[in-house]
């Protein structure tokens, strides 16, 4: 058989975040490669990324703050497409989202 293709290459900032760790497992499952930022790649709270099984070699994790340019253009390489989930919430101030929005 021929060599495969490679696969289709996206990043998800802040991969390590809520949403962004679903998006990271479903996109693994479809079969991309995965470039996640993480403001730090060895907090514990990151572990569940390690772990996202048989597809892990499809998975790279890049240090970045979202703030960091050069950071983030290395993480890009190669992409694309970016899913751009790192950011700030606030736990004091966004309580409900969606009741915030209504309220306006
Ligand atoms: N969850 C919901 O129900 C919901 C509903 C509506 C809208 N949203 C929106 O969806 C987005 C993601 O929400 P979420 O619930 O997934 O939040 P989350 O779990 O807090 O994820 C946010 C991620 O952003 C990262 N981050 C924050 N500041 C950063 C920085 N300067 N550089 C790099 N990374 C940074 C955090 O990384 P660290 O771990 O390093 O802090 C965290 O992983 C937000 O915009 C939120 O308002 C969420």
Redesign the pocket.
Known sequence: GGKMAPPRRVCV????????SWLVKLLLSRGYAVHA????PC?P??VHLKQMGEVRENLHLFK????DYDALTRAFEGCEGVFH?????PEDK?VD??AGVLSN
């Open positions: 900032t802040g991969g390590g975040g809520f949403i962004a930022t993480l403001r730090d907090d709270k990151n970045a703050d979202v703030l989930l790192a950011t700030p919430v966004i989202p969606e």
